[in-house]
């Protein structure tokens, strides 16, 4: 489900940190970090962002109407993005079905 980082010299703790938030702190946070300059143009936070915003999206799409019904989908999807949080903080790139795809074929990651 994830893969090693090809180059990890480059990817300092402010970036496994800032990651990790983004994946935890959907949609909110990878919303944020589009606005940092500094922090959008590196390579490890701009992969692993695009997934996390778009992760956040579908979470809202789906949590909304189930959570209406039942809570545990939400929780579950939560859950899901704490581990690629987790993934991501120990210097690892996450791929996400479809999403990672999706993010890389748009040139987002």
Known sequence: MSE???EDAGVSSDD????LLAYVLTPLAPIVILLMEDKKSR???RAHNAQAL???IVVLIVSVPSSI???IPTV???GAGV???FKAY???YVNIPVITDFAKKQGWA
């Open 69 to 71: 019904c039942l809570f």
């Open 76 to 78: 579950l999807m939560w």
């Open 90 to 92: 120990q210097g690892e």
């Open 83 to 85: 581990y690629w949080g």
């Open 43 to 45: 390579p490890f936070i």
């Open 16 to 19: 496994k940190l800032v990651v």
């Open 54 to 56: 778009i992760w956040g």
């Open 4 to 6: 090693k980082p090809k």
